[in-house]
């Protein structure tokens, strides 16, 4: 999960996509609504730059991008180092998340989570949303400025616009046509669902 991208995509005028569309936890769930009609409006994102303005953009819905944050009295540099020393926890590989917390960079710590020990590819598809929502929870809980940008994004739904990635994203670039059709894309948008369960729980919080 790592170009920051503007606001794609538009509302038909008729049925506007915060009825429903903002609610939509999983591609076929998207894809069902826009058959009956619903056009969202897209919010694309790809890379964790800063902004030309030195401000929160984008960018900061990526998993490296750098903002620090606690759970439960553990430090982690990154949304990415949660993610993957939760994979380690998840699967008993205790040497594997003090390495990954004490990586430097989110890359090092993607790297140290594809050695996870006993690692079982079905338990992890089971529960690797939840705790990419659960690291957002605390990462965007816990700044004021990254809150406020992710609750700004309001009914808009997050889209990780990587060409690279078929899991967390949707395996297509933010200029390729086929990005505002969830029936054409090329993978799950796991990241862009999570951040928006993510959204929905903070702003929870606030009501």
Same mark, same amino acid.
């Given at each position: 999960?790592?170009?920051?991208?503007?606001?794609?995509?538009?509302?038909?005028?008729?049925?506007?996509?915060?009825?429903?569309? @903002?609610?939509?936890?999983?591609?076929?769930?998207?894809?069902?609504?826009?058959?009956? %009609?619903?056009?969202?409006?897209?919010?694309?994102?790809?890379? @964790?730059?800063?902004?030309?303005?030195?401000?929160?953009?984008?960018?900061?819905?990526?998993?490296?991008?750098?903002?620090?944050?606690?759970?439960?009295?553990?430090?982690?540099?990154?949304?990415? @180092?949660?993610?993957?020393?939760?994979?380690?926890?998840?699967? %008993?590989?205790?040497?594997?998340?003090?390495?990954?917390?004490?990586?430097?960079?989110?890359?090092?710590?993607?790297?140290?989570?594809?050695?996870?020990?006993?690692?079982?590819?079905?338990?992890?598809?089971?529960?690797?949303?939840?705790?990419?929502?659960?690291?957002?929870?605390?990462?965007?809980?816990?700044?004021?400025?990254?809150?406020?940008?992710?609750? %700004?994004?309001?009914?808009?739904?997050?889209?990780?616009?990587?060409?690279?990635?078929?899991?967390?994203?949707?395996?297509?670039?933010?200029?390729?046509?086929?990005?505002?059709?969830?029936?054409?894309?090329?993978?799950?948008?796991?990241?862009?669902?999570?951040?928006?369960?993510?959204?929905?729980?903070?702003?929870?919080?606030?009501?």
């Amino acid at each position: 999960m790592n170009g920051n991208q503007a606001p794609a995509g538009r509302t038909d005028g008729q049925t506007p996509p915060e009825v429903q569309a @903002h609610e939509v936890r999983s591609r076929a769930e998207l894809s069902a609504l826009v058959a009956r %009609g619903l056009r969202p409006e897209y919010l694309m994102f790809w890379g @964790h730059r800063p902004s030309r303005d030195g401000g929160v953009g984008p960018g900061c819905l990526s998993q490296w991008w750098p903002a620090p944050f606690e759970v439960d009295g553990v430090r982690y540099a990154t949304a990415e @180092h949660w993610m993957m020393a939760g994979k380690a926890r998840l699967f %008993g590989d205790e040497r594997t998340r003090i390495r990954v917390l004490a990586s430097r960079t989110p890359a090092e710590a993607k790297k140290l989570g594809r050695e996870v020990a006993a690692f079982d590819e079905e338990e992890w598809a089971l529960r690797r949303l939840e705790l990419v929502v659960e690291g957002n929870v605390a990462k965007f809980g816990q700044d004021p400025a990254l809150r406020a940008y992710l609750l %700004g994004t309001r009914h808009r739904v997050l889209v990780e616009a990587s060409p690279l990635d078929r899991v967390w994203g949707i395996g297509l670039a933010a200029d390729d046509e086929r990005a505002a059709d969830p029936d054409r894309w090329r993978g799950l948008n796991l990241l862009g669902f999570a951040l928006m369960e993510a959204r929905s729980r903070l702003a929870g919080e606030e009501a």
